[in-house]
């Protein structure tokens, strides 16, 4: 079956040595026993083997062993995966996918030259723009003056809208109300415990979280000290690299990963806390982003494995139970990079939960990707747009007041499909309902 589907997705011959061929041992792995199909999305919207799991891995083994070459169906069927890794979650043999597939797209991108603009733009995009707070600033900058002047309203109410391009009118929809300023010299680089300190914490602020969602940082920190935690976030921290590793630029995300490391190296503290799931689950990779760098690979694995994603975090300590009444009905959407990459299910329910007056809904396929898979919505937006079409109808059915999930890319993605739906729910990450149940106490006559 292997050569037939090799064949059938790529129609080729022979090749070179593949960088894939240092991570051979996770395809041995696979015993093809075909139990992740069932959950992976991409199978089940197209019922095509080489977009399943194992079609994949075939095609990865067979690049490998240089029996294929990357011709376009071969990348075709590589970018198509959304890296949910919700077969990682399904495979009874532990095979590795995440980390195979951000492999073989690192190999693409330094095999296949883009077409100039292109490597304009992603060079932009990710080795510019995403390591740097303040040119990310800069960038964000007229979307702000856009959003303030009431632009953005004008030109959605108008139907302007409708004249832009399909991709930059698809981002257009997408973008939320951002904050009037980034969180840089909003929150101190230290911020005291409430009450006695119990935990020293690091805070990772994020690159896109800190313009974009500078409210779910503010909520976390709150949320931090209000459960006994001083809270450090080093100025100097950047980007996680989760971006630039899903998209095959394996180099940034490595540098990003070193500087990470050594500015966490100078703080002392506990734990090293992050509320976005795509990049908690890097984080906790580090090791293994960086294995084979004999400066970095062991400062790396004890630098990860300080990472924690703060429901883990919170679901580990004894949690301060002093919260006011919120009175709302919460269906708990898994991001993917959580459930699947940290396997991190049970903990954000029960601290939703231990919220008074909240009451979980259940969310049929509540595990299954949202279609925003970091730029997935962009770069693929019609798969994007069946998976959002499917999480929406979904949600319609459970009819709760909220949606929780703890990762920004989901957040923006299942805002906007209820937006066109004309539906007003909220979409929260669960520690701003957390801040909410604290607030609530602090106004109580
Ligand atoms: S990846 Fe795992 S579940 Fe999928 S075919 Fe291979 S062994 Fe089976
Ligand atoms: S990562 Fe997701 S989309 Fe890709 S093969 Fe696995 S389940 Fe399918």
Known sequence: ???????????????????????????????????????????DELGLEMDSPRGRIHLMRAYADGRIDMTDNYV?????????????????????????????????????PRSAWEQRLRHLVFKTLLPSAGKLSLAFLPLRIYQSLGMQKLVRRSGLANLLPKQLRDM?????????????????????????????????TGCVMNEMFTHINVATVNVLTENGCEVVIPEMQTCCGALQVHSGERETAEMLARKNIEVFET??????????????????EYGELLEGDPIYQGRAQTFSNKVKDIHEFLAEIPINENMGECNVRVAYHDACHLVHGQQIRE??????????????????????????AGIYNITHPEMATRLLNRKIKHVKKA??????????????????????EGKEIEVLHPVELLDRAYQAVKKKP
Not at 84 to 109: D, K, M, N, Q
Not at 190 to 197: H, M, N, Q, T, Y
Not at 352 to 366: A, K, T
Request: with cysteine.
């Open 1 to 43: 079956m292997t050569e037939q589907i090799v064949k059938m997705a790529t129609g080729s011959s022979a090749l070179p040595t593949s960088t894939l061929k240092q991570h051979y041992d996770k395809f041995l792995d696979c015993v093809h026993c075909g139990l992740c199909l069932p959950a992976c999305p991409t199978y």
């Open 76 to 112: 075709h069927h590589i970018y198509q995966c959304l890296d949910c890794r919700a077969c990682e979650s399904a495979c009874p043999a532990g095979v590795s996918y995440g980390s195979l597939i951000e492999v073989a797209r690192a190999e693409i991108e330094k095999q296949r």
């Open 172 to 204: 257009e929809s997408m973008m939320p109300r951002l904050p009037s300023r980034s969180l840089k010299g909003k929150l101190k680089p230290v911020i005291p415990a409430r009450g006695e300190r119990k935990y020293r914490v690091g805070l990772i």
């Open 267 to 284: 703080i002392d503290v506990d734990a090293v806390i992050i509320n976005s799931a795509g990049c908690g689950a890097l984080l906790k």
């Open 347 to 372: 903990q954000p329910r029960s601290l939703l939960g231990r919220i008074p007056g909240v009451e979980l809904v259940d969310l049929e396929e509540s595990d299954w990707c949202c279609g925003s």
């Open 399 to 420: 009819k709760p007041d909220i949606v929780a999930t703890g990762n920004p890319g989901c957040l923006l993605q299942i805002q906007n499909g209820l937006r066109q």
